[in-house]
T-cell receptor, first 115, second 115 residues
């Protein structure tokens, strides 16, 4: 079974600075998808960024980018120019390319932005 | 507006009572999912459905039941057999005919409390 581990329960960063959230996963599959979701105080899960395992190029979405290291099974999220609205829980998630449709989530990292 | 709606926002259950959580989407998405989130935890899959009148158990289906009579609707019933139902419940959906078909989009959630 696949597992996802986020080793940083909490992180904090100064506004306008850059922060990196870590995620590692365990799988024997070669084709899969990885996601970062944001959960603000409203508790709705919002997609931040996705990465296809077959793509070597790291995904980027405006101020958000990932460092995908397939051999190391690592998928970190970098947030540049941090803003107060970035404060939230961040969850890393894994999905197989075939078979079960489920997302496997990590435990989450709580990100605090200091003004 | 297109989106996923969940109701009610808060739900209280008495001992031995069955309660039903509503999930509706007007995105014409094919697949729908129910996840449970406990405090300080990631999400765990309860049930999912890829097509009308068909659904599969997730990792923690015991004590829950679902139906999928319409494409737009995927209600979740928390039965009296679920001994620890207090949690935050999130519904999600995804579309097959899309370059990003693996991506799941979430509703705002329902918080269930036991009286």
């Amino acid at each position: 079974a696949q597992t996802v581990t986020q080793s940083q329960p909490e992180m904090s960063v100064q506004e306008a600075e850059t922060v990196t959230l870590s995620c590692t996963y365990d799988t024997s599959e070669s084709d899969y998808y990885l996601f970062w979701y944001k959960q603000p105080p409203s508790r709705q899960m919002i997609l931040v960024i996705r990465q296809e395992a077959y793509k070597q190029q790291n995904a980027t979405e405006n101020r958000f980018s990932v460092n995908f290291q397939k051999a190391a099974k690592s998928f970190s999220l970098k947030i540049s120019d941090s803003q107060l609205g970035d404060a939230a829980m961040y969850f890393c998630a894994y999905r197989s390319a075939g078979g079960a449709q489920k997302l496997v989530f990590g435990q989450g990292t709580r990100l605090t932005i200091n003004p | 507006d297109g989106g996923i709606t969940q109701s009610p926002k808060y739900l209280f259950r008495k001992e031995g009572q069955n309660v039903t959580l509503s999930c509706e989407q007007n995105l014409n998405h094919d697949a729908m999912y129910w996840y449970r989130q406990d405090p300080g935890q990631g999400l765990r899959l309860i049930y999912y459905s890829q097509i009308v009148n068909d659904f599969q158990k997730g990792d923690i289906a015991e004590g829950y039941s679902v139906s999928r009579e319409k494409k737009e609707s995927f209600p979740l019933t928390v039965t009296s057999a679920q001994k620890n139902p207090t949690a935050f419940y999130l519904c999600a959906s995804s579309i097959f005919a899309s370059p990003t078909r693996e991506t799941q989009y979430f509703g705002p959630g329902t918080r269930l409390l036991v009286l």
